[in-house]
């Protein structure tokens, strides 16, 4: 989970959906630091994205980031960041 104190407080999707874009932009270069092996687990087969696709959504468990319901019907709150 992550979030900033931007994030946090009302008005904190904003911030929230900036971050998710940022993150896309980079997700190649992320996926390269988290180790060997990840090909094997990121299949798109178990809650997941395969390895080279980067999605988002509130309350999907399948999402590379996910936005709780919760924190999208407040309208602030954190990310999660799915991927290892």
């Known amino acids: 989970n992550y979030s900033t104190k931007s994030m946090r407080v009302p008005g904190g999707m904003k911030p929230i959906e900036d971050a998710i874009e940022r993150l896309s932009k980079c997700h190649a270069e992320h996926i390269s630091q988290y180790g060997y092996g990840n090909e094997e687990r990121l ?23 996910r936005i709780p319901l919760p924190v999208q019907l407040k309208g602030y709150g954190y990310l999660e960041d799915r991927r290892p």
């Open 43 to 65: 299949t798109g087969a178990h809650e997941t994205c395969d390895i080279n696709t980067f999605r988002s959504g509130t309350a999907d468990r399948g999402a590379s980031i």
